[in-house]
């Protein structure tokens, strides 16, 4: 991350809920070692209702200082702007990857001042331990991913396997490719299924995996230890 700025400056700035007429605005957060799908599976949904019904989704990506970071898979996403410009959104996607492990003190506080006034508030894999850490999931059920869900307890969260959990204005997904179906979800509440039954063929999202073990308890034994304990230290 670039170097840390007055907390004061990344205080929410004036505006409405909405920008771009009667766009919703869809404000996806990025840092670096942010997890690729988690942010563009999303995205690609929220997309393909702008596609089916124009003037539905307006989708805008933010970076603590506007300045590009770099994915964990290694690519490098531009944001539009900078958080202390971003106005509170109507939905505020919260994506994970390593990135969320130590997150900059300047993004939690942006965070817990635009949580709480998005009309909804979404996150993927372990966007949802950021949340939970800033008590925005407090008392509430919630997922994330298989190797942090033990961790959602800790902050008073009632994890849940489930792909995808909704509770109030509150939509967590479990890991990484799962980000597609949180998408569909809340676009299936505002503008109905219909819409949401519109993305899927736009993006063909029509999944038929060559081997069935995308979860801990399909997966081979031995691979679901090998993972735990190589990846241990998101547990401690």
């Not at 130590?102 to 942006?110: A, G, S």
Request: hydrophobic share 35%.
């Amino acid at each position: 991350m670039a170097g840390k700025a007055g907390i004061s400056s990344l205080r929410p700035s004036p505006g409405g809920r909405r920008i771009d007429g009667a766009h919703r605005t869809v404000l996806v957060v990025l840092f670096d070692d942010v997890q690729s799908l988690d942010v563009t599976g999303p995205a690609e949904v929220f997309a393909g209702a702008e596609q089916h019904t124009p003037g539905t989704y307006r989708i805008r990506t933010a970076s603590l200082d506007g300045a590009p970071v770099r994915t964990s898979s290694g690519l490098t996403d531009v944001p539009d702007l900078a958080l202390a410009k971003a106005p509170v959104p109507d939905t505020l996607t919260v994506p994970g990857g390593r990135g969320s492990q130590n997150p900059d003190p300047r993004l939690v506080e942006w965070l817990r001042g635009h949580g709480t006034g998005a009309r909804r508030l979404v996150s993927v894999c372990t966007g949802a331990i950021l949340l939970a850490a800033e008590g925005l999931l407090t008392g509430r059920r919630a997922t994330s991913y298989w190797l942090a869900l033990d961790l959602l307890v800790r902050f008073g969260v009632e994890p849940t396997g489930e792909r995808v959990v909704t509770d109030g204005k509150y939509v967590t997904a479990a890991g990484v490719s799962s980000g597609i179906d949180m998408g569909l979800t809340p676009v299936g509440r505002i503008a109905g299924d219909e819409h949401a039954q519109a993305v899927q063929p736009l993006a063909e999202y029509d999944p038929r995996p060559p081997c069935d073990a995308g979860s801990p308890e399909k997966a081979p034994a031995h691979l679901v230890e090998e993972f735990r304990v190589k990846n241990r230290f998101i547990q401690t």
